[in-house]
């Protein structure tokens, strides 16, 4: 499995990038993936240390040393990805807090990405898996693995500050999980998907998907990813949200929206608008309603239909239980 350094990313390139950092490594320009020798680093160590590039240096020395296959991946513009190691660190930065979701151009990721065998000894491509699992058990040990996958669990390669996770393997790299997050056992995550601020996760957030700060997917609920279904639609959640226990999302939500436990709104679903008597004004598609804030999506109990009105019991999240320092 390679390693990835960072040497520029879009929008931080510094406008003179280093010549003996370039002449190291043999940079010329563009958006490379360059493999690079034990041999070099010590080299590379010190060019860094040129420019003041204290966190890359101490990023190099501690790789020397180390059998691994090594690349550099230098991004200077943000286009297409062309090699695994670019995919890879592309999803880092989204991970790190570098970039938000939607940010970065991630087209013709998955023809990109091996399926890899995630290990409680790395990450092993699957035509060495049998070899190393019985090569384990020879020496009396068990090689566990913990999933077969494109994507690792972001929390092996990145914790950003300021979060809680109740099942590590739950939440992809890729993930963007906001300062203040709490994501409860249940809580999944996916790439290029995320919350943005304080939030309680105890549903799914599939990929695309992007949450506001101060909302709350209850236990067991769903958000229809940009993969689901041919869905190209980006679903997302405005900030202070509430949806339900078992309750699911097929569009794009307002602000101080809730959706009522159990219930499963889509655009296409018919919904009664009610007004403030509780009377029925209109009968539109949910689509229609997208993005609009102060919602209130409910289920009449003697009908079945879906009504709509206006939220009048906006959410407050606990400010003890998303305290993480």
Request: aromatic share 4%; net charge negative.
């Amino acid at each position: 499995m390679v390693r990835s350094l960072l040497l520029r990313t879009p929008g931080r390139c510094s406008r003179h990038t280093d010549s003996g950092i370039a002449e190291t490594v043999g940079y010329q320009g563009g958006n490379q993936t360059i493999e690079i020798s034990e041999a070099q680093l010590k080299a590379l160590e010190v060019a860094f240390l040129s420019i003041d590039a204290e966190d890359q240096a101490e990023l190099t020395e501690i790789l020397e040393g180390t059998h691994q296959p090594l690349v550099l991946c230098i991004l200077e513009t943000d286009s297409k990805p062309e090699t695994t190691a670019e995919v890879y660190l592309k999803l880092s930065l989204l991970s790190q807090r570098l970039a938000k979701p939607h940010s970065l151009d991630l087209t013709g990721m998955f023809g990109l990405l091996p399926n890899v065998a995630w290990t409680s000894e790395g990450a092993i491509a699957l035509n060495e898996l049998a070899k190393r699992q019985l090569s384990a058990r020879a020496q009396g040990r068990i090689l566990e693995v913990y999933s077969v996958d494109k994507f690792p669990k972001m929390a092996n390669y990145a914790v950003p500050d300021g979060i809680r996770i109740g099942d590590a393997a739950r939440i992809r790299l890729g993930a963007y999980v906001g300062e203040g997050t709490t994501v409860m056992h249940e809580g999944f995550i996916n790439f290029n998907a995320g919350t943005l601020g304080v939030s309680m996760i105890e549903g799914r957030i599939s990929a695309g998907v992007v949450v506001g700060n101060g909302s709350d997917l209850g236990g067991g609920c769903s958000t229809m990813g940009t993969l689901s279904g041919g869905n190209n639609v980006v679903i997302s959640v405005g900030e202070n949200c509430l949806i339900g226990a078992n309750a699911g999302l097929g569009l794009p939500l307002g602000d101080r929206c809730t959706v009522e436990a159990g219930l499963y709104v889509t655009g296409s679903s018919k919904v009664s608008l009610l007004d403030d008597k509780n009377q029925v004004v209109a009968v539109v598609k949910a689509a229609e309603l997208a993005g609009k804030p102060d919602l209130l999506f409910r289920r009449n109990s003697q009908t079945g239909q879906i009504e709509v009105k206006t939220n009048q019991s906006a959410i407050e999240l606990n400010a003890e239980l998303h305290k993480h320092n």
